[in-house]
């Protein structure tokens, strides 16, 4: 007798489930190894059907002996596959971990005399015993059913080491008479910030020093750290203020699961967290914390650590190997880890007994996946939390209209906190750069004389600037050509240092041609800045002062990211240069002085959340001066008299909440509707356009022209990678987005799909 069963099957791009048989009883949740169009592909079983009137081929092996993820869990990617309109296939498969065949694999275990090897051996040694791979599993599937051997899922663990712990011998008088070396000096910076004493491996995890570095060693010859068995028992616990108690309460006794947590930088938003947290565990419930950007965790985990010693935490992003991907993700399910910190991905890993999820800086663009499969991870969390009954908390200083949204009508709870904890929020001036005296092109007299101020004082200076280069373009004067990437249609970033152009989109560079390709004018001028000029104009007026550059340019890994903030921690003046990188946060208490430049190219995009997302930019920016005690912001700009200026100066942003809702729900954009971008892109431009077209006459006959849909048309970037791009837009609410499925389905790969994307600029 057959059963047979909805499975939807791992990389291979299908909105649909495919039903196959077995004589077993199997049971939703359990991965399944089946033939595909003749390829051997691992799916998941999302449900029990009833006998096909056609022909159905046989599930070849069962991967688990019991299902890894619940019934939930499955409700959870039906849901989210209708929700973002992406093939099931894939979302099944990004609720597990990597399978990489030389990490992940099954091993064939022998269990009698009769089976056909005398020890455990990995399957592909088995395949390689037969013709085919069909064959083998045919044999394989008999060999099972007789329980002459079982399977594994193989996975490399790590042998866990005992922790060992460093402790601080000498006082800060002591420290002073001593000779240490300047990564001796980082240890010891390190162990002073966590109360003199952390785990040898919080070391190397916060990147103070590298494996194998002899500093260590030569402090504990020196007698000024010493290896100990002391573990702290009592966690460092800071008191809440009242106003953090009161917001405590209402977050454990509410009757809603979705709790926004709206407080200015500084003003303590992590301690409720803990609290929270605290209650959590003391019902035996795990926490999952999502962070915008893998840069935020070792600092978090690091006071984790110091709050709750005793408790198993995870790291899940993509600066891990898939290895620790696998063993955290195993962890995750077989309960092992009480905190799951990670970036948007680990929203999927269903972890055993959840019961709170935070969510850090939601209004971060970063929660939200471009590539390939698109989702918004805030979106999941609320799905989650719908479907697990799970207590969620978003945090931000500036959370997005959405949720403000929510909050005024009541679906979510709203929670306030508008002060500092430590010290005042910083004086912001505005600067309008028409009026204002300048010393170069880039800054005013009086932002030089702050910083100088700055620096004086031993202090630090941070300067934000949008984007990373020397300039952002090159333009012939002589017939007015701009130098443009060869692949895509928009203009190459000059780099000074390296004199390449380079597109910021593809990877393609050059370069610097020594005429206009045009007219063969000479005249080839750089227009524009990035990080590279300000911090070649910044070296003109304070040539002898450290200056450190944090962009994607110099930053290409999350070891370079550790090693540029630990160097912006140490105690000593400065001036850090960056791009958005650094908004996100960056909790230097020495910050003194922010400087913004060219705050109008991100007011000034043709994007309906550009209101917004500038606003959020300048307020976060703005956050990371007086950490510890009051700073100050200069905001240059052109357009000082604007409202929108005012706000941000005021600290506003309920202002800029208030005028944000206004305009969308007058010009009808999310959250008063929905917005679905379907991008299609082809070498040859004619066929581009053809498919758009084609797809939008199709939606407009199945919904009978009852919604806003936009005639195909070309996005702000015509031409990208070297394929020609057109969109259709659907701007209005659809009940029905299953309805919609069906004539995507037809479409596949042909076209990206964006349901209410952060950005239009894709």
Not at 182 to 194: K, P, S, T, V
Not at 398 to 415: D, S, V, W, Y
Request: hydrophobic share 35%.
């Amino acid at each position: 007798m057959y059963h047979y069963y909805e499975i939807a099957v791992f990389g291979t791009y299908t909105y649909n489930t495919y039903t196959y048989k077995s004589t077993n009883q199997l049971t939703p949740g359990q991965r399944v190894l089946v033939d595909f169009r003749n390829q051997q592909k691992i799916g998941i079983i999302l449900s029990e059907t009833s006998e096909k009137p056609y022909n159905v081929k046989e599930i070849e092996l069962l991967l688990d002996e019991k299902p890894l993820i619940s019934q939930k869990h499955i409700e959870l990617i039906k849901e989210a596959s209708i929700k973002f309109l992406m093939p099931i296939s894939e979302i099944a498969k990004i609720v597990f971990p990597p399978i990489s065949s030389d990490r992940t694999r099954i091993k064939i275990i022998p269990k009698s005399p009769l089976a056909p090897i005398e020890k455990t051996i990995f399957i592909n040694e088995f395949y390689k015993k037969f013709k085919t791979k069909k064959e083998a599993n045919k044999k394989l599937k008999q060999l099972l059913e007789n329980h002459i051997v079982s399977l594994e899922l193989y996975y490399k663990r790590k042998i866990e080491k005992k922790d060992r712990y460093i402790s601080l011998n000498l006082d800060l008088n002591q420290l002073l008479e001593q000779k240490v070396s300047q990564a001796g000096m980082n240890i010891i910076n390190f162990l002073q910030e966590n109360n003199g004493c952390v785990i040898e491996k919080e070391l190397y995890q916060n990147n103070i020093i590298k494996p194998g570095s002899t500093a260590l060693k030569t402090l504990i010859k020196k007698g000024i750290i010493s290896y100990t068995d002391y573990k702290k028992e009592t966690p460092f616990k800071v008191s809440l203020t009242e106003k953090q108690k009161e917001i405590l309460e209402k977050i454990l006794y509410s009757n809603k699961n979705i709790e926004l947590l709206y407080g200015v930088t500084g003003s303590g938003k992590t301690e409720i967290f803990f609290e929270a947290m605290e209650s959590y565990f003391k019902n035996e419930k795990k926490v999952m914390i999502l962070l915008p950007e893998i840069s935020l965790t070792p600092q978090l985990i690091s006071r984790i650590n110091n709050r709750f010693p005793d408790k198993k935490i995870g790291v899940y992003h993509s600066g891990i190997s898939p290895a620790e991907k696998i063993k955290t993700w195993y962890e995750a399910v077989n309960g092992e880890i009480d905190i799951l910190v990670g970036a948007r991905s680990a929203v999927w890993i269903p972890l055993k007994n959840l019961g709170l999820v935070i969510a850090d800086e939601e209004h971060d663009q970063s929660f939200y996946q471009f590539d390939q499969l698109s989702y918004d991870a805030i979106e999941v969390i609320y799905l989650r939390s719908k479907i697990e009954d799970i207590k969620v908390i978003l945090s931000s200083a500036t959370p997005t209209i959405r949720e403000m949204k929510n909050a005024f009508e009541g679906k979510i709870n709203l929670h306030k906190l508008q002060e500092r904890v430590f010290t005042q929020m910083p004086d912001i001036e505005i600067i309008d750069i028409k009026k204002e005296e300048k010393v170069s092109w880039i800054f005013t007299k009086k932002v030089i004389k702050e910083i100088s101020k700055t620096l004086s004082n031993n202090k630090k200076v941070l300067i934000f600037s949008p984007t990373k280069g020397y300039a952002n373009y090159l333009i012939c004067t002589n017939c007015g050509e701009i130098i443009k990437c060869k692949h895509c249609d928009i203009s190459l970033t000059y780099h000074k240092h390296t004199k390449k152009l380079k597109c910021h989109y593809c990877g393609y560079e050059t370069n610097v041609p020594p005429v206009c390709p045009k007219c063969g004018s000479p005249t080839l001028q750089s227009r524009g800045y990035g990080t590279e000029r300000v911090v070649n104009e910044i070296l003109r007026f304070f040539p002898s002062r450290k200056v450190v550059r944090i962009d994607r340019e110099i930053i290409k890994t999350h070891e370079d990211l550790e090693n540029a903030f630990n160097e912006i921690k140490k105690e000593e003046p400065m001036i850090i240069v960056g791009t958005k990188m650094i908004t996100k946060g960056l909790d230097i208490s020495d910050i003194k002085l922010v400087i913004v430049l060219d705050s109008d190219r991100y007011l000034s995009f043709p994007e309906y959340t550009s209101f917004e997302h500038t606003a959020s930019l300048l307020i976060q920016v703005a956050g990371r001066s007086g950490r510890r005690e009051k700073g100050k912001v200069i905001i240059q700009t052109f357009k000082s008299g604007e409202d929108f200026f005012d706000a941000v100066k005021n600290h506003d942003y309920d202002k800029i909440i208030d005028l944000e809702l206004s305009n969308r729900k007058k010009f009808n954009y999310p959250p008063f509707s929905q917005l679905i971008i379907f991008l299609f892109s082809n070498e040859d431009k004619n066929k581009a356009y053809k498919e758009a077209f084609d797809f939008y006459e199709e939606i407009n006959d199945l919904f009978d022209n009852s919604i806003e849909i936009l005639e195909p048309t070309e996005p702000l970037i015509p031409k990208l990678r070297g394929l020609y791009r057109y969109q259709v837009i659907i701007k209005d609410n659809i009940n029905d987005q299953e309805k919609l499925m069906e004539i995507i389905k037809e479409y596949g790969k042909k076209c990206y799909i964006y349901v209410n994307p952060p950005t239009t600029l894709l």
